[in-house]
């Protein structure tokens, strides 16, 4: 899975990316400070499935950290893309236009870091904190990818109208070869055309109107957008934030102080402080210089006791478990917990929504699944078929016939 960090130049998408994969990328207060994309690895904190069983485990991807009241966490891995920023008019190739764009071709979902204290223009140049409106970089991003899905949607169209096929689910199939470039599947188109009710309609006969519609649903479904209001620490965020929810109810926005992530998790690094990303406080545990000190005590005030976190971790967790509604899912076995190694419970995958026991089996191996017999529920010891559909924090044991 990848998820794309996005926005205007200077909103902070470096920082937000530096933040969680904890990897020096250029950050500086001027446009387009990234050119190349920068790729790493950023974590999902998930309940891990040891504390049922009593035991530690030990990934052997991510880690597991221990909360205050002693329950163990565990982060999962997913692919981070930090990309140049997007200007207005980036779909016609200003500023780095389309190049920007096809960087996020294979991106599952975006997280959209908006510059919530107002201190950049349209263009990511600094002007005085407060007198940018960061509503407008929600709408215009938005309508950017929109408008580069039309223009894909368009130039394919020619092929597409020459489709003969009568049947759906065959046309369908041809379109999503031609669009799976920008990673829009078949069930995106499939659910797009029916919630338009174009189903009908052959693709001769698309009005414009009708081209438009299907990218805009393209794009909800095929690049779901969360918002990381960033830059809370500086005074006019809170307000910005307040304003940007009233305006996008239905949108996940998020307070963020991507800054302060990477100032905690620095700080830990070095042993100076005690802190987990996504922890809604921290503890000094080192010696502090005076500038350290005033540093993490701002970090406190302006964001920790404002918004419950830095939102940096929020963003990520949000996006993956509740905007793709992926969930985890642990292979186990009733006879032992353990790899041959001793290691506990060390693999943990993130499962699409409606995964199946098969589905599983498929994921852990092409052979578990052609070969599958039965799975069990390891918490529960049960018994359950192919068609079982799973859930968060499943441990599964899948039986097959080793051909
Ligand atoms: N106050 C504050 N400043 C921030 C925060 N996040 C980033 N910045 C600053 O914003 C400026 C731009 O940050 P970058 O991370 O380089 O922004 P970007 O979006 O990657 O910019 P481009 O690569 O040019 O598109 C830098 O000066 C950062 O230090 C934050 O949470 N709070
Ligand atoms: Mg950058």
């Known amino acids: 899975m990848q998820i794309g960090i996005v926005g205007k130049p200077s909103s902070g998408k470096s920082t937000f990316f530096s933040s969680s994969t904890l990897i020096d990328v250029g950050i500086a207060a001027y446009p387009f400070t990234t050119i190349q994309p920068n790729k790493g690895i950023g974590f999902i904190r998930i309940e891990d499935a040891g504390k049922f069983f009593n035991v530690t485990s030990n990934p052997r991807h991510g880690f597991l950290i221990k909360d205050e009241n002693n329950d163990p966490i565990r982060y999962v891995p997913i692919e981070l893309i930090d990309v140049a920023g997007l200007v207005p008019g980036a779909n016609e190739g200003k500023g780095l236009g389309n190049k920007f764009l096809n960087d996020l071709s294979s991106a599952d979902a975006l997280i959209h870091v908006v510059d919530a204290s107002g201190s950049t223009d349209a263009e990511g140049k600094t002007v005085n904190e407060g007198s940018h409106d960061p509503i407008e970089d929600v709408k215009f991003l938005e309508n950017e990818i929109e408008l580069w899905f039309l223009k894909i949607i368009k130039n394919n169209w020619p092929k597409f109208s020459k489709t003969i096929e009568k049947d759906f689910s065959k046309r369908i199939h041809q379109m999503s070869q031609n669009l799976s470039g920008i990673k829009i599947l078949s069930n995106h188109i499939e659910k797009a055309i029916r919630t338009l009710n174009l189903d009908e309609k052959q693709f001769g006969t698309w009005t414009n109107d009708d081209k438009k519609d299907f990218a805009i649903m393209c794009r909800k ?44 998790r620095k700080a830990s690094k070095q042993g100076i402080v005690k802190y987990y990303p996504g922890q809604k406080n921290f503890e000094i545990i080192g010696d502090l210089n005076e500038k350290q ?41 009733v006879k032992g917990l353990a790899d041959k190694d001793g290691n506990y419970i060390p693999d943990c995958f993130l499962m699409p929504p409606k995964s199946t026991a098969l589905d599983f089996a498929f994921t852990l191996h092409t052979d578990m699944g052609n070969g599958f017999i039965r799975a069990i529920d390891v918490k529960t010891k049960q018994i359950i078929g192919k068609e079982h559909l799973l859930k968060y924090g499943d441990v599964i044991e899948i039986i097959f016939n080793k051909r």
């Open 293 to 333: 000190k005033i540093g993490l005590e701002t970090i406190n005030k302006n964001v920790l006791e404002k918004f419950g976190s830095t939102g940096v971790q929020e963003c990520i967790d949000n996006v993956v478990l509740k905007i793709l509604n992926y969930f985890p899912v642990f292979p186990g076995g």
């Open 221 to 264: 479904l095929s690049k779901p957008i969360i918002i990381a209001a960033n830059k809370c620490d500086l005074p006019s965020g809170e307000n910005n934030v307040k304003r940007m929810k009233e305006t996008f109810p239905d949108t996940i926005i998020i307070p963020c102080s991507a800054a302060s992530e990477i100032a905690l």
